[in-house]
């Protein structure tokens, strides 16, 4: 099992340009999570899905877009990048028991820096 | 380095000692708690988990304590390595509530 893999690694986008960013998981996981990680701030979640087609907002959505077409993959995009949007970014997957959640798998990380 | 440790709380301590990490959580309704290990460049690493029904937990060198009164959770390293050295972070979930909150981190730095 490869786990949770993420593409790209890194990154360097221009303001104003925009990106995908794509998460995959060969868990079966129903539920799927990206997150962003800034110094001294920790874990931030910007967008989350619980199930194949759906998607919810986080603590930091906006700027953000997701989509969750498979159950298997997790997109974010950026349609209009901003420096302030130059962070590591993760992606996390994890079982859904049935009355609460088992942990989380994480991915590698993208690290994007925008210009 | 990976600069994921800038400002956040340190605690160095000696190859062999054991260490003991503290982690405050917010929330009294969360009954599902998960210690992570973060490596400079990584993602977060699952270490160990636990659930509001029990007040400990042990696995490989390794101790999740849980005190649901003053809402406490620590994570005990047993004979602490070189490799232990990283980012670690305590996470809480209400179960029935599909995301986990996670603290700010702690830094452990192990010295030969």
């Known amino acids: ?115 | 380095g990976e600069s994921v440790g800038l400002h956040l709380p340190t605690l160095s301590v000696q190859e062999g000692d054991n260490s003991i990490i503290n982690c405050a959580y917010s929330n009294s309704a969360s009954d599902y708690f998960i210690w992570y290990k973060q490596e400079s460049g990584k993602g977060p690493q699952f270490i160990i988990d636990i659930r509001s029904n029990m007040d400990k937990r042990q696995g490989q060198r390794v101790t999740v304590l849980l005190n649901k009164t003053v809402k406490h959770l620590s994570l005990q390293i047993a004979a602490t390595q070189p490799g232990d050295s990283a980012v670690y972070f305590c996470a809480e979930n209400n179960s029935g509530y599909s995301t986990l909150t996670f603290g700010k981190g702690t830094m452990l730095l192990v010295s030969p």
Not at chain 1, 10 to 23: A, N, Y
Not at chain 1, 59 to 85: C, I, M, T, W
Request: net charge positive; hydrophobic share 30%.
């Open chain 1, 1 to 115: 099992n490869a786990g949770v893999t993420q593409t790209p690694k890194f990154r360097v986008l221009k303001t104003g340009q925009s990106m995908t960013l794509l998460c995959a998981q060969d868990m079966n996981h129903e539920y799927m999570y990206w997150y962003r990680q800034d110094p001294g701030m920790g874990l931030r979640l910007i967008h989350y899905s619980v199930g194949e087609g759906t998607t919810a907002k986080g603590e930091v959505p906006d700027g953000y877009n997701v989509s969750r077409l498979k159950k298997q993959n997790f997109l974010l995009g950026l349609e209009s990048a901003a420096p302030s949007q130059t962070s590591v970014y993760f992606c996390a997957s994890s079982y859904w028991f049935g009355r609460s959640i088992d942990t989380q798998y994480f991915g590698p990380g993208t690290r994007l820096t925008v210009l």
